[in-house]
């Protein structure tokens, strides 16, 4: 059956911290892995890492894609308050078309 | 563009009545999917659509449950009749493409209380 499995489930840092968030998976036929932010509401897109371009950037954070280890890290240099959200990794089977979702990491940046 | 539309934002409904929640994904997006979160069970697929056709209801967790599609800027969800345990945020989804390889957009959710 394919599972992701996202560590830690949660975690508590202050402003200004490193944090490195976890995703490994079991995938049939492996397309992508997408990560999401998901504060009060709906979860909103960060990336999406593939065989074609396993690591991506954007301001503070940024997230690699090691696919001989099934696995991806998302880093958030720098955390700030507004960091503090529900962190997703969502994978993508060419198999089945679906985006199989971990449990998320809730990260809460304290002042 | 508005973005993936979703109506209502919260429903609070009596166990045993029809609950109807409604979703317009971005146009020109060709997939169409609706998942549940819950604090126990996380972010679930429950139907997806290509081309307003049902492609994959395996994710439906009874036939209470039911997706239509009736053409690509509208899709619905119904639980007929609801039960206590059907309370979940319940999200719709679109993407452009296939989407083992494509982002989706995440509307806001529709938050049910079934009591």
């Known amino acids: 059956e394919d599972k992701v499995v996202q560590s830690p489930l949660s975690l508590v840092v202050h402003e200004g911290d490193t944090v490195t968030l976890n995703c490994s998976y079991e995938?049939?036929?492996?397309?992508?892995l997408l990560w999401y932010k998901q504060e009060k509401k709906a979860p909103t897109f960060l990336f999406m890492l593939t065989s074609s371009g396993i690591e991506k950037k954007s301001g503070r954070l940024s997230s690699i894609l090691d696919k001989k280890e099934l696995s991806s890290i998302l880093n958030i240099t720098a955390t700030q308050t507004g960091d503090s959200a529900i962190y997703l990794c969502?994978?993508?089977?060419?198999?089945?078309?679906?985006?199989?979702f971990g449990q998320g990491t809730t990260l809460q940046v304290k002042p | 563009d508005a973005g993936v539309i979703q109506s209502p934002r919260h429903e609070v409904t009596e166990m045993g009545q029809e609950v109807t929640l409604r979703c317009k994904p971005i146009s020109g997006h060709d997939y169409l999917f609706w998942y549940r979160q819950t604090m126990m069970r996380g972010l679930e697929l429950l139907i997806y659509?290509?081309?307003?056709?049902?492609?994959?209801d395996s994710g439906m967790p009874e036939d209470r449950f039911s997706a239509k599609m009736p053409n690509a800027s509208f899709s619905t969800l119904k639980i007929q009749p609801s039960e206590p345990r059907d309370s979940a945020v319940y999200f719709c989804?679109?993407?452009?493409?296939?989407?083992?390889?494509?982002?989706?957009?995440f509307g806001p959710g529709t938050r049910l209380t079934v009591t």
């Open positions: 989804a679109s993407s452009l493409g296939w989407t083992g390889g494509y982002e989706q957009y």
């Open positions: 659509f290509n081309n307003n056709v049902p492609i994959d």
């Open positions: 969502a994978v993508g089977s060419s198999n089945t078309g679906k985006l199989i």
């Open positions: 995938v049939t036929n492996f397309r992508s």
